[in-house]
Every structure is written in structure tokens, then in C-alpha cells.
């Protein structure tokens, strides 16, 4: 069995930079100090990618946008767009399906691809893995790392080894040289928590882990510790699962504030500007929602939620919003608001059949007509091309454009940078 795993480097921020140099932007920001971020106008925000230049002061994954500027106050940061990620994670896909037709994406910005039947074709794998990379550095823009093994596990170990840009090999006789001296916590599945227990029993390297008796460690770490020790000794059964779309299981919006509110006709302004971004980003991927949620976090960082099923499944701003506004007056206990968040999950295609009402449907006809005509005015001349009159004589609430919250997210399956 040979298999290959693809990974985009800083795909969040790759992704990012490819795009604003296909619109004219005139920096390269993968050259500079620059991270993916929240809102830097709003009061917080999570660094989900940072290029290689800021992190060189230190800057790291899941740390707030507030240490991170601490530590490079010349950070540039620029938004998430989660819609342009899927896209860009799908042409990625689609060369690798060219080389095999048995690709599983891991992740949005992780494929394993099983070699092994079209090693016959195209030759030798570590050739092949260096022409995939380079073809998706050619046409596609921005760099992905190779590893070439015979299990997912340590085809997934090869391509983390250095970054980026890079093909790596890990076979088994190459483990104890390449993956035994590195430190137990770059072990897939040992967790900060796991590692934490590991090092208490001077247990250090992958090389010890691999070393110390399984019994042993099941007795501490039950079935778990059984799992580490095999995947520290190059042990994974797991075939390659065909899986040609990315699990999207929810859609949603949220903002931090920039001050807290505690009018109750102001909050339900920002809902609408977050309604109206799940409903548009719903209906691009063409589904319809069955439950919609509404989060809130107050000043005192207590967060809560609450969650609706919908007797019919919908896609239309207004219907999201007025849901929206329900779930946020029963939920709401008067508290100053730091925080709001709209999402909507339950999906269905809109060529599956559908319970319809009896009433109203000349009215949702209408809806659906107008959002379908706000969109493309929207996606042709940008998001500001038009707004609702709503937002026209309000100073703080304006409409949601493109990232512009700090909260910007599509749950998905695996994991996210």
C-alpha cells in the first residue's frame, strides 16, 4: 500500500494571499508579518494562520489578536473567508482526484490520496508526490507539503516533518532515524493533556512511547494509550475513505462589539446584519436550513444559547431573522452584550423533497425572489452595492461585508488550522 498525504501551508493565510494578488492587491502577505485574524477594529480575535515572517516574533496559532499585536505591533491582519477556503480546498482536490480516484479529504485544507493502483500509471510515487506539489504551486498559487508512506498515519507524520514547500518520505525503516527523536506531542493523536501524562512517566520522544510496554501503558491511558504506542511504532490498518465533499454541518456569523449593548432594538440590528450573511453564504451553497441557533456573550464572558427547529426548512434572510430574534428574546437577561452570534445547521438540498405550508407561500415566493436578486447585485458590484434601509441612518450597526466579523465560521468534519 502506498499512500500520500497532501497538506496546504497555512492554507487560511495562503488562500488569503493568492486571492488578494488575483484582485490587484500589490503585497505578497505571505512575505510579511501578517496573520488571519478577527476584526482588528473590534476588541478580540483568535490568529488562525500566520505567515512565516510573523512567526518569527513568536506569534502563534490560537493565540488573541491582542498578545499577538504585543508581540509584532506592525502585524498586518486580515479577515477569514471561510466560502473562498471552500472553494480553493475543492480545485485542490480536484488535481489530486486526477492522480487517484481514491482521495479522502481529511480536513479543509488535508487530503490523503491512496497511491497504490496508480503507481502502475504514473510511476514512481515520490515523483509523482513532487509533481503534484508543484503543479499546485503552478496553478493554483500557494504551496502544499507531501508525505509518502504506506499508512495514512505516517504519510500524515512525513509531511509534517519541515515546512514548507516540501516532499517527505516516512517508511518504517525510516521511523526510528525521522520520527523517534521528535518530541511525544508532535504524535498524532497526544494531546496537550495526554502529553502532559506521558512526560510525568519521563516519557519524552516518540522513541520512548514506542519503547515502553503497551501494557503498561493501557493501564494508564486504557484504550488510548494502546493507540499512541502503535502509531508512535508506525502501526495504522486504516484504509484511505472516499469522501468527495468536505462534512459542512453548519453555517453562522458572529461579532464581538465594539462596545456592549444593552438596548434591545440595537442588538436585533446586529442580528439582522449577521442574519443577512448566513442567509446569503446559505443560499450559495445552495442548502436550506431546518434549526436555527442564536448565541450571546455578555460583558462578563458568560456565554449561552439557544437553539430553534423550524417546522419548514428555509434559506431566507428574513425568515433566519425573525427566528433569530425569538431565540434572542428568550434567552436574553437584560445584560450587557460583548458578544452575538447567528448559525443555522440541519441542512437539506433544495432538490429534496420538502414539507410546504399552506399559508404564506405567495409571500416566501417573493422573499426568495428578492434575496435571489439582492445576491447577484451583491455578488457583481460587492456587498456595500446594497443595504437595507434599516441600516442607512444607524451610526453603529452597519451591514455585515465579507469577513468583516471576527467570528466568520463553517463547522466542519476534521479539524480547521
Not at 74 to 94: G, H, I, R
Not at 219 to 246: C, F, M, Q, R
Request: proline share 4%.
Amino acid at each position: 500500500m502506498i499512500v500520500m498525504h497532501i497538506d496546504a501551508n497555512s492554507a487560511y493565510l495562503s488562500w488569503t494571499a493568492v486571492n488578494l494578488l488575483q484582485n490587484g492587491y500589490g503585497t505578497d502577505i505571505r512575505e510579511i508579518p501578517s496573520a488571519i485574524a478577527g476584526d482588528p477594529n473590534n476588541r478580540h480575535g483568535i490568529i488562525l494562520a500566520k505567515s512565516i515572517p510573523a512567526k518569527k516574533y513568536g506569534i502563534t496559532t490560537g493565540e488573541s489578536l491582542f498578545e499577538a499585536r504585543r508581540k509584532c505591533p506592525e502585524l498586518q491582519v486580515f479577515p477569514p473567508e471561510f466560502d473562498l477556503y471552500m472553494k480553493c480546498s475543492q480545485e485542490m482536490f480536484n488535481i489530486l482526484k486526477e492522480y487517484s480516484p481514491l482521495v479522502q479529504r481529511y480536513s479543509v485544507d488535508e487530503c490523503f490520496l491512496d497511491y497504490t493502483l496508480s503507481e502502475r500509471k504514473f510511476g514512481d510515487p515520490v515523483k509523482t508526490a513532487y509533481e503534484i506539489k508543484d503543479r499546485i504551486k503552478n496553478e493554483l498559487g500557494y504551496t502544499v507539503n507531501v508525505g509518502v508512506s504506506c499508512n495514512k498515519l505516517l504519510a500524515k507524520m512525513g509531511s509534517e516533518l519541515k515546512k514548507p514547500d516540501r516532499v517527505h518520505t516516512l517508511f518504517p525503516e525510516e521511523i526510528e532515524e525521522k520520527m523517534w527523536p521528535l518530541p511525544v506531542e508532535e504524535l498524532f493523536m497526544v494531546g496537550r493533556a495526554t502529553a502532559k501524562k506521558l512526560k510525568k512517566m519521563n516519557i519524552n520522544t516518540i522513541g520512548d512511547l514506542a519503547r515502553t510496554d503497551v501494557i503498561y501503558l493501557k493501564s494508564l491511558l486504557k484504550s488510548h494509550g494502546e493507540l499512541v504506542w502503535n502509531y508512535a511504532n508506525g502501526i495504522d490498518p486504516s484504509p484511505v475513505t472516499v469522501n468527495d465533499e468536505i462534512d459542512q454541518k453548519g453555517i453562522g456569523n458572529s461579532m464581538t462589539l465594539k462596545y456592549d449593548v444593552t438596548d434591545r432594538k440595537e442588538a436585533k440590528m446586529f442580528l439582522l446584519s449577521l442574519s443577512e450573511r448566513v442567509g446569503m453564504r446559505l443560499r450559495k451553497h445552495g442548502f436550506k436550513a431546518g434549526l436555527v441557533s442564536v448565541t450571546v456573550k455578555s460583558s462578563g464572558f458568560e456565554k449561552y444559547s439557544h437553539q430553534m427547529k423550524l417546522y419548514t426548512y428555509t434559506d431566507s434572510t428574513t425568515e433566519i431573522y425573525k427566528y433569530a430574534c425569538r431565540l434572542f428574546d428568550q434567552c436574553w437577561k437584560g445584560e450587557p452584550i460583548r458578544l452575538l452570534g447567528v448559525s443555522v445547521t440541519n441542512f437539506k438540498n433544495p432538490d429534496e423533497p420538502e414539507q410546504i405550508s399552506m399559508f404564506g407561500e405567495e409571500k416566501k415566493e417573493k422573499e426568495q425572489a428578492l434575496d435571489k436578486a439582492i445576491d447577484a447585485i451583491r455578488e457583481r458590484y460587492g456587498q456595500g452595492a446594497i443595504i437595507r434601509g434599516a441600516f442607512a441612518n444607524h451610526q453603529n450597526v452597519k451591514p455585515i461585508e465579507g469577513g468583516v466579523n471576527d467570528g466568520n465560521y463553517i463547522m466542519m468534519g476534521g479539524h480547521e488550522e
